[in-house]
């Protein structure tokens, strides 16, 4: 049993009795609970060598479920590979101040759109305006809502290229950093979060209550407007395969992962967690199972949202044709993109043959039945 399924089964009884879950975060945490278990029903493996049987039950293929992503992360990979241009690439995070946490926490679907909104807008009429880059840059952008403790801290990575397509199709970049300057950046998100903000329909329970009251709301909209939002730029990868093993760390995360755990008792979780405001120095933490389900809920995203989106030059429209013009104009390889079955793909990237038989190291395990 992995750990992080350890833990709920351990202590989500006592977390109910006490606590509220809404109900797709119980499906969440019930597929979690059956991932790889006989609930699930299993599969029988025979060696086509040796004959040796094998059984291996079924996941649960659950996003939040950290057990279920290593296929997922690296067919999207793939996919991505296809698209990366010769050029240089940045990396971009929007972040949220603090004081609306708890009004994202209550309408999660409607902010994280308003965050996707608000970036995605940001960097595409900046990029067009000719002061700065005056071209159609291309980016994707992923959604979190977790720091390294696990505490709640919704915000966007954005992994952008380096130049654009001007209107006359050509290609267009420039030598030294990002084209955008940061505090430009971060004043016209502000705005146009805020904005949305004013005309979105939000909702206020609790302790956000007297929000309802609409001359607390816009006191509180002038405060964020006076306010310094952090939106950072870090160094630009190197080549097209730094690009890549980016990729690999940042997209299908969940919260935390099973190998940041260090120790499971009857009533605590010990875990390993960044501290970047101390020098990013690696540390650990202990806190209850009570807190450590109450943390790890707060990151189970609404049905169906989609954490991943596309623009500009990688967004659907014209999507093929932009990439390809893209390519030639960078002199960026162009190859035949191929389908890999889950066990093929990991055997080419990890270098490891997962169905290889254990016992004669020979022969295959194929299935022989359902159950």
């Not at 014209?318 to 889950?342: D, G, Q, S, W, Y």
Request: aromatic share 12%.
């Amino acid at each position: 049993m992995e750990k992080i399924q350890q833990i709920i089964n351990k202590g989500i009884k006592e977390y109910k009795e006490k606590n509220k879950i809404i109900g797709y975060k119980q499906k969440v945490i019930g597929a979690i609970r059956k991932c790889k278990t006989g609930e699930l029903g299993a599969h029988k493996y025979i060696c086509d060598e040796c004959g040796y049987e094998e059984i291996a039950y079924n996941s649960c293929r659950n996003r939040h479920c950290p057990n279920c992503q290593a296929g997922k992360k690296l067919k999207w990979i793939e996919a991505r590979k296809e698209e990366v241009l010769n050029v240089k690439y940045y990396h971009v995070v929007f972040t949220i101040p603090s004081e609306i946490y708890l009004i994202a926490l209550q309408n999660e679907e409607k902010m994280y759109k308003i965050l996707f909104k608000a970036s995605s807008e940001t960097l595409q009429e900046l990029a067009r305006d000719k002061k700065y880059l005056g071209a159609e840059i291309g980016f994707f952008s992923i959604l979190h809502t977790w720091g390294q403790n696990l505490m709640y801290h919704p915000h966007v990575h954005c992994v952008v290229t380096g130049g654009g397509l001007t209107e006359t199709n050509k290609w267009k970049e420039k030598e030294e950093d990002f084209f955008i300057p940061i505090r430009v950046m971060s004043k016209v998100f502000r705005g146009k979060f805020l904005n949305q903000m004013k005309k979105e329909k939000i909702e206020f329970y609790g302790e956000n209550k007297y929000l309802e009251n609409p001359a607390s709301y816009n006191e509180l909209l002038q405060k964020m407007y006076k306010k310094e939002w952090v939106v950072y730029c870090k160094e630009p990868f190197k080549n097209a395969e730094s690009v890549i093993q980016y990729l690999g760390r940042y997209t299908h995360r969940v919260a935390i992962s099973n190998e940041r755990i260090i120790e499971v008792t009857e009533t605590t979780v010990k875990f390993k967690w960044r501290d970047y405001k101390d020098n990013n120095k690696m540390k650990e933490m202990i806190i209850t199972i009570e807190e450590f389900i109450r943390r790890f809920l707060l990151h189970i995203l609404p049905p169906k949202f989609m954490k991943i989106r596309y623009y500009g030059i990688l967004g659907n429209r014209n999507k093929k044709k932009k990439i390809e013009k893209c390519k030639i104009l960078t002199r960026t390889k162009i190859t035949k993109k191929k389908e890999f079955p889950t066990l093929e793909l990991l055997k080419k990237v990890l270098g490891k043959d997962f169905n290889l038989c254990p016992c004669c190291k020979k022969g295959h395990m194929i299935i022989y039945n359902t159950t």
